[in-house]
């Protein structure tokens, strides 16, 4: 019997990396698990391309929205946006910890300002009729203290926000860049099993390191949903045993080779459409054969930017080393 929880599995909003073409490649290796955009600033919508930032591939369903910004009036234009656009959900960054972020004021250092964000979620939540999540950290700066990422999810959830997605490290406001706030501020999975058990009406899906079935196991035990980052980019052939292991579906018969078939027509469509090469297409795709022999010598020929003139179809056939491909590396 398939699950029927809509935050079960999710692919995590990572900027520069979950666009829609990457988006695109993660659903062709599972149906169910839940897709999240790179975070768009409420600015970059209201004064920018519209379209540009908010289109998307029906192919991408379900498909959230994860928004940056802390005025609600500018939220609930964004939101609504959103939805127009067909977008499945809104999220709001919480936990997003870069120094360009903070300037604008949003992102982690909204934790400190649990009223605000639970005004935004309102403002939203009046706006639209799809679900508006948070995604946010455990804490901030030196703030270790369990009660204030209890008093923060406690404030926003009376604003009507159901689900919370949280990344279980602190985020350090300074001293760290973004990267290492993703690696140094110690995994605490603790106190998020902690907010389940006071808030068990609420939906909480855990954030932060998983990187195996293992983990996984462990954390839906406890948990409503993981989501998972750059693990699912890194080695996304991993995505594709989800929906038999996580959500009931009958046994995968996909092959590496048909996903990158699929993906090689879909970079033709891309072309066609909009009159770019496929290599900004393909970049997504390079972990596909992860820890595979040969993997190595596939990835150099789809990563070669000597080759963006080529038909897609020809340089797969270069990557496998088939005999109808020309050689591509000579000087």
């Given at each position: 019997?398939?699950?029927?929880?809509?935050?079960?599995?999710?692919?995590?909003?990572?900027?520069?990396?979950?666009?829609?073409?990457?988006?695109?490649?993660?659903?062709?290796?599972?149906?169910?698990?839940?897709?999240?955009?790179?975070?768009?600033?409420?600015?970059?919508?209201?004064?920018?391309?519209?379209a540009?930032?908010?289109?998307?591939?029906?192919?991408?369903?379900?498909?959230?929205?994860?928004?940056?910004?802390?005025?609600?009036?500018?939220?609930?234009?964004?939101?609504?946006?959103?939805?127009?656009?067909?977008?499945?959900?809104?999220?709001?960054?919480?936990?997003?910890?870069?120094?360009?972020?903070?300037?604008?004021?949003?992102?982690?250092?909204?934790?400190?300002?649990?009223?605000?964000?639970?005004?935004?979620?309102?403002?939203?939540?009046?706006?639209?009729?799809?679900?508006?999540?948070?995604?946010?950290?455990?804490?901030?700066?030196?703030?270790?203290?369990?009660?204030?990422?209890?008093?923060?999810?406690?404030?926003?959830?009376?604003?009507?926000?159901?689900?919370?997605?949280?990344?279980?490290?602190?985020?350090?406001?300074?001293g760290?860049?973004?990267?290492?706030?993703?690696?140094?501020?110690?995994?605490?999975?603790?106190?998020?099993?902690?907010?389940?058990?006071?808030?068990?009406?609420?939906?909480?899906?855990?954030n932060?390191?998983?990187?195996s079935?293992?983990?996984?196991?462990?954390?839906?035990?406890?948990?409503?949903?993981?989501?998972?980052?750059?693990?699912?980019y890194?080695?996304?052939?991993?995505?594709?045993?989800?929906?038999?292991?996580?959500?009931?579906a009958?046994?995968?018969?996909?092959?590496?080779?048909?996903?990158?078939?699929?993906?090689?027509?879909?970079?033709?469509?891309?072309?066609?459409?909009?009159g770019?090469?496929?290599?900004g297409?393909?970049?997504?795709?390079?972990?596909?054969?992860?820890?595979?022999?040969?993997?190595?010598?596939?990835?150099?020929?789809?990563?070669?930017?000597?080759?963006?003139?080529?038909?897609?179809?020809?340089?797969?056939?270069?990557?496998?080393?088939?005999?109808?491909?020309?050689?591509?590396?000579?000087?």
């Amino acid at each position: 019997m398939p699950q029927t929880q809509p935050w079960r599995l999710s692919v995590a909003p990572m900027i520069d990396w979950t666009d829609r073409h990457c988006r695109y490649f993660h659903r062709l290796l599972s149906r169910e698990a839940r897709l999240y955009t790179e975070m768009i600033t409420t600015g970059a919508l209201l004064h920018g391309d519209v379209a540009r930032h908010l289109r998307f591939n029906a192919e991408e369903h379900p498909v959230a929205l994860q928004l940056g910004g802390s005025e609600p009036e500018d939220l609930a234009r964004c939101a609504k946006l959103g939805e127009q656009w067909g977008y499945d959900e809104i999220n709001l960054n919480c936990g997003c910890p870069s120094e360009r972020v903070q300037r604008g004021a949003f992102g982690a250092c909204l934790m400190a300002e649990p009223q605000l964000v639970a005004d935004g979620v309102k403002a939203m939540r009046d706006a639209v009729s799809v679900p508006v999540t948070v995604k946010h950290r455990i804490g901030i700066d030196r703030v270790e203290r369990y009660e204030f990422v209890r008093d923060f999810v406690g404030t926003v959830a009376e604003a009507g926000c159901t689900t919370f997605i949280v990344h279980a490290r602190n985020a350090w406001l300074q001293g760290l860049s973004p990267k290492e706030n993703r690696e140094i501020p110690p995994l605490r999975y603790e106190l998020v099993h902690r907010l389940k058990h006071d808030f068990p009406q609420l939906s909480i899906v855990i954030n932060g390191g998983l990187n195996s079935d293992a983990q996984l196991d462990r954390e839906l035990r406890l948990l409503d949903g993981a989501m998972i980052g750059r693990e699912a980019y890194h080695n996304p052939w991993w995505l594709a045993s989800w929906d038999e292991r996580y959500f009931g579906a009958e046994p995968s018969t996909l092959t590496r080779e048909a996903v990158e078939a699929q993906m090689v027509d879909y970079m033709l469509r891309v072309m066609a459409e909009e009159g770019v090469s496929w290599y900004g297409v393909a970049r997504h795709m390079l972990g596909l054969r992860h820890g595979l022999p040969g993997a190595r010598r596939w990835r150099q020929v789809w990563s070669d930017h000597r080759l963006k003139a080529r038909d897609p179809h020809e340089v797969m056939a270069l990557a496998h080393g088939r005999d109808d491909a020309r050689e591509p590396l000579a000087a």
